[in-house]
């Protein structure tokens, strides 16, 4: 009899769930939907329970077969997936669909620009904008230079003839010192427990990717039970001690700064701990010592004249750290085995680099950034290739008319990069060949410009478009200019997998034999 009784209840919520939802997404009724649809689970049981490669096939898989816009079902949940460059540009560009999407939240970083409900974002990326300006930028170039600098020397202590290196291994803890130095000053990575920090920080950025590819975890209730809870918890308060005391310090100085009547905050009121660096008086593009974003977020007001919160400059931080250290580093490695796979662009990179660097004193600058352009014609083709960040979503806050479809509010899209950079539509029949004249203006002046969205597009695209590509021109840079590459993975046997950002399946195998570009 209670066996009854419970099978009824079951059955009564079940039908009662399955009618709510009929009722909430009656709206997408008619988006062509991905087969097969299994009962009650539908498209759920074909994404989980698979490992983060599998995922990967199956998502590019349905985002390849429909050309303009459909749906996935999680169980009763209807999640829509707009595939052609207009429909991505209105997701993008409408204010009505600015908003993130749950799994966001799991990075625990509320205020932070990158998770940041819409009424917060909207206020605060104006503030931050500024703060990614060309002369900032520009102030970076010698810590950039720096870090690489150190990265070459641990790649000589590590390289041997025949050994294989994975090359991400390097170009991680350079981005890492590279995002920290510029936004927490100099000597943050010789502070007492650095160590610890950087794994924890590991560890906080791995577990959130496997829970947000990990549909069994997104609920709090189970999450919360597991081993990866505890571990990144753990994780977490030390790393958010070990950034308190660096905020708290930075504040205590701006206050002592303030009492000594020191109105120039921004350039003398505290050391950045990054002021070892020649002054470049003549370059009008460049402040006199890099502009330290903690810095910056302890001045900018908000516009009820108040500062930043301490849990806001936290968020704000931790958020520069979780999107621009991963992606930068696993974005040069991939394109740096692009380049060990293809020796003909290799040696053209080369030719530039000893073009705009011509003597083995000569550092990169500003200018030669900018003139780098065959670089970045390199990077931009493997960022399309091998977008790091080739699945994002957004959430509706107001209706959103796409096509025939009305998509009301509170709805989640989900945007796949990685399929849209492979599209023969735009990218002609040759898609999956690596060739970086694609990116030549008169090759691009014709192409969709939502077909290529590395660094997203629209009000809400990442902020650190131009830090990345300095970055990632100066690692990809320092590597060519001491060491030839290769490697022994295939092109065409390359696999990809879902962490937080889109990784190889393997490690990047690269091998490295000096190179004597002056000689
Ligand atoms: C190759 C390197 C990078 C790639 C491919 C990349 C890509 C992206 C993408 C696709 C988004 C939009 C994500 C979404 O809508 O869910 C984004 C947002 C963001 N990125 Fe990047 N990013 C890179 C490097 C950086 C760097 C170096 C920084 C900071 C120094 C940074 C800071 C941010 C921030 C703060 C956001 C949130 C922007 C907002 O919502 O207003 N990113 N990035």
């Given at each position: 009899?209670?066996?009854?009784?419970?099978?009824?209840?079951?059955?009564?919520?079940?039908?009662?769930l399955?009618?709510?939802?009929?009722?909430?997404?009656?709206?997408?009724?008619?988006?062509?939907?991905?087969?097969?649809?299994?009962?009650f689970?539908?498209n759920g049981?074909?994404?989980?329970?698979?490992?983060s490669?599998e995922?990967f096939?199956?998502?590019?898989?349905?985002?390849?077969?429909?050309?303009?816009?459909?749906?996935?079902?999680?169980?009763?949940?209807?999640?829509?997936?707009?595939?052609?460059?207009?429909?991505?540009?209105?997701?993008?560009?409408?204010?009505?669909?600015?908003?993130?999407?749950?799994?966001?939240?799991?990075?625990?970083?509320?205020?932070?620009?990158?998770?940041?409900?819409?009424?917060?974002?909207?206020?605060?990326?104006?503030?931050?904008?500024p703060?990614?300006?060309?002369?900032?930028l520009?102030?970076?170039?010698?810590?950039f230079?720096?870090?690489?600098?150190?990265?070459?020397?641990s790649?000589?202590?590590?390289?041997?003839?025949?050994?294989?290196?994975?090359?991400?291994?390097?170009?991680?803890?350079?981005?890492?010192?590279?995002?920290?130095?510029?936004?927490?000053?100099?000597k943050?990575?010789?502070?007492?427990?650095?160590?610890k920090?950087?794994?924890?920080?590991?560890?906080?950025l791995?577990?959130?990717g496997?829970?947000?590819?990990?549909a069994?975890?997104?609920?709090?209730?189970?999450?919360?039970?597991?081993?990866?809870?505890?571990?990144?918890?753990?994780?977490?308060?030390?790393?958010?001690?070990?950034?308190?005391?660096?905020?708290?310090?930075?504040?205590?100085?701006?206050?002592?700064?303030?009492?000594?009547?020191?109105?120039?905050?921004?350039?003398?009121?505290?050391?950045?701990?990054?002021?070892?660096?020649?002054?470049?008086?003549?370059d009008?593009?460049?402040y006199?010592?890099?502009?330290?974003?903690?810095?910056?977020?302890?001045?900018?007001?908000?516009?009820?004249?108040?500062?930043?919160?301490?849990?806001?400059?936290?968020?704000?931080?931790?958020?520069?750290?979780?999107?621009?250290?991963?992606?930068?580093?696993?974005q040069?490695?991939?394109?740096?085995?692009?380049?060990?796979?293809?020796?003909?662009?290799?040696?053209?990179?080369?030719?530039?680099?000893?073009?705009?660097?011509?003597?083995?004193?000569?550092?990169?600058?500003?200018?030669?950034?900018?003139?780098?352009?065959?670089?970045?014609?390199?990077?931009?083709?493997?960022?399309?290739?091998?977008?790091?960040?080739a699945?994002?979503?957004?959430?509706?806050?107001?209706?959103?008319?796409?096509?025939?479809?009305?998509?009301?509010?509170?709805?989640?899209?989900?945007l796949?990069?990685?399929?849209?950079?492979r599209?023969?539509?735009?990218?002609?029949e040759?898609?999956?060949?690596?060739?970086?004249?694609?990116?030549?203006p008169?090759?691009?002046?014709?192409?969709h410009?939502?077909?290529?969205?590395?660094?997203?597009?629209?009000?809400?695209?990442?902020?650190?478009?131009?830090?990345?590509?300095?970055?990632?021109?100066?690692?990809?840079?320092?590597?060519?200019?001491?060491?030839?590459?290769?490697?022994?993975?295939?092109?065409?046997?390359?696999?990809?997998?879902?962490?937080?950002?889109?990784?190889?399946?393997?490690?990047?195998?690269?091998f490295?034999?000096?190179?004597?570009?002056?000689?």
């Amino acid at each position: 009899m209670a066996l009854l009784i419970t099978l009824a209840l079951l059955g009564g919520i079940w039908l009662a769930l399955y009618i709510y939802c009929r009722i909430r997404f009656g709206f997408a009724r008619n988006i062509p939907e991905v087969e097969p649809l299994r009962f009650f689970f539908g498209n759920g049981l074909d994404f989980a329970q698979k490992n983060s490669y599998e995922i990967f096939v199956s998502i590019n898989r349905v985002f390849r077969e429909y050309k303009r816009i459909f749906k996935i079902s999680f169980g009763p949940i209807k999640v829509i997936c707009p595939t052609h460059p207009d429909l991505i540009q209105k997701v993008l560009c409408n204010s009505a669909s600015m908003d993130k999407p749950y799994v966001y939240d799991f990075t625990r970083m509320g205020s932070g620009l990158l998770t940041a409900p819409y009424d917060t974002w909207k206020v605060h990326r104006k503030l931050l904008n500024p703060t990614f300006n060309t002369r900032i930028l520009n102030s970076f170039i010698p810590i950039f230079n720096d870090c690489a600098d150190k990265m070459i020397e641990s790649i000589k202590e590590h390289a041997a003839p025949g050994k294989v290196l994975n090359i991400l291994e390097f170009t991680s803890p350079c981005t890492l010192a590279m995002i920290c130095r510029t936004s927490l000053g100099g000597k943050v990575l010789e502070r007492e427990g650095t160590q610890k920090f950087v794994e924890g920080l590991e560890i906080i950025l791995s577990n959130v990717g496997l829970r947000m590819f990990n549909a069994n975890l997104h609920p709090d209730i189970v999450y919360r039970f597991t081993r990866f809870y505890r571990k990144e918890m753990e994780s977490r308060k030390f790393c958010y001690a070990f950034t308190d005391k660096i905020i708290v310090e930075k504040q205590q100085e701006l206050a002592e700064a303030k009492a000594k009547g020191k109105q120039d905050t921004n350039n003398n009121a505290n050391d950045s701990g990054n002021d070892n660096f020649e002054e470049e008086e003549d370059d009008l593009l460049s402040y006199k010592k890099p502009q330290i974003f903690i810095d910056q977020l302890l001045t900018i007001p908000l516009p009820d004249g108040k500062p930043f919160s301490h849990k806001e400059i936290s968020d704000h931080i931790y958020t520069m750290i979780a999107a621009g250290n991963e992606t930068s580093a696993t974005q040069a490695a991939h394109t740096l085995m692009y380049l060990a796979m293809h020796p003909e662009v290799q040696e053209k990179a080369v030719k530039e680099i000893k073009e705009l660097l011509p003597t083995p004193e000569s550092t990169i600058t500003s200018e030669v950034m900018k003139n780098m352009v065959y670089m970045e014609r390199i990077i931009k083709e493997s960022q399309r290739l091998a977008p790091v960040a080739a699945v994002y979503g957004r959430k509706t806050i107001a209706d959103l008319q796409l096509d025939q479809f009305t998509i009301p509010k509170g709805n989640i899209f989900v945007l796949n990069i990685f399929a849209l950079h492979r599209r023969k539509e735009y990218w002609g029949e040759d898609a999956d060949l690596f060739n970086p004249d694609r990116f030549l203006p008169e090759n691009s002046k014709n192409r969709h410009l939502f077909a290529y969205l590395p660094f997203s597009g629209g009000n809400r695209g990442c902020i650190g478009n131009r830090y990345a590509m300095m970055s990632m021109k100066t690692i990809v840079t320092a590597i060519l200019r001491n060491f030839k590459i290769t490697t022994d993975l295939q092109y065409e046997k390359i696999e990809f997998k879902f962490k937080v950002s889109m990784h190889l399946s393997g490690p990047h195998r690269t091998f490295v034999e000096p190179r004597n570009l002056y000689g």
